[in-house]
């Protein structure tokens, strides 16, 4: 069956890189996708990379794919504390329909120490 | 731009007691509309899915029914809670087609006592 699996928790201290690990088992996944939920709210969606790329960069966020392995990474950079939050990885599971639903990780909890 | 608005954010009611959430998008047509239930331990799981008016997919058997009167309208709804309903729901939306990224409200704490 599906899954994705995460590690729950990271502790860095503010202005180190943080990176948060993904393994995921579909490997006909065509979009792999990270979310960010502060306490008390919805999922934010921060960035997402299509299954051909290997990596994307977006100011802060570094997103690593390894196809081969089915792994996935996201890097922060000079990690604020406003990052403290649980990162979600998700990856699209096709049921062999049109329509592909998404299987979250359980989720990385965050904290950053000033 | 769109928009994805849930209510109530937070709502306690009795055990056997019916249960009606409501998430509304504004800004985009004919959109997929999710409800997620994520309880104490942080993951998420899919309730519900629909790709239409009308059509309503749902992923584990349970206590709960959706219903989706309008295109842009998703209802979660329950005839008798129970204790085990407790947790954080959201619904999410995204465009028609394969693959396309979710977007999510700020969720609704619903506590069962």
């Known amino acids: 069956g599906e899954d994705v699996e995460q590690s729950l928790f990271l502790s860095v201290r503010e202005g180190d890189s943080s990176v948060i690990n993904c393994t995921y088992t579909?490997?006909?996944?065509?979009?792999l996708y990270w979310y960010k939920q502060e306490p008390g709210a919805g999922l934010q969606l921060l960035t997402y990379?299509?299954?051909?790329?290997d990596m994307k960069q977006d100011q802060r966020l570094t997103v690593l794919l390894n196809k081969k392995d089915k792994h996935l990474s996201l890097r922060i950079a000079d990690t604020q504390t406003g990052d403290s939050a649980i990162y979600f990885c998700?990856?699209?599971?096709?049921?062999?329909?049109?329509?592909?639903?998404?299987?979250f990780g359980k989720g990385t909890k965050l904290s950053v120490k000033p | 731009s769109q928009t994805i608005h849930q209510w109530p954010a937070t709502l306690v009611q009795p055990v056997g007691s019916p249960l009606s959430l409501e998430c509304t998008v504004e800004?985009?047509?004919?959109?997929?509309l999710y409800w997620y239930r994520q309880a104490a331990g942080r993951g998420l799981q899919l309730l519900f899915y629909?790709?239409?008016?009308?059509?309503i997919s749902s992923e584990v058997p349970q206590n709960l029914s959706a219903s989706r009167p309008q295109d842009r309208q998703f209802i979660l709804s329950s005839k008798k809670l129970l204790l085990s309903d407790s947790g954080f729901y959201l619904c999410?939306?995204?465009?028609?087609?394969?693959?396309?990224?979710?977007?999510f409200g700020d969720g609704t704490r619903l506590s069962i006592l």
């Open positions: 999410a939306w995204s465009e028609t087609g394969n693959a396309q990224p979710q977007h």
């Open positions: 579909d490997s006909s996944s065509t979009y």
């Open positions: 990379i299509f299954s051909n790329m």
């Open positions: 998700a990856e699209i599971f096709n049921y062999g329909g049109s329509q592909g639903n998404l299987i």
């Open positions: 800004g985009t047509s004919n959109p997929n």
């Open positions: 629909s790709v239409g008016i009308g059509q």
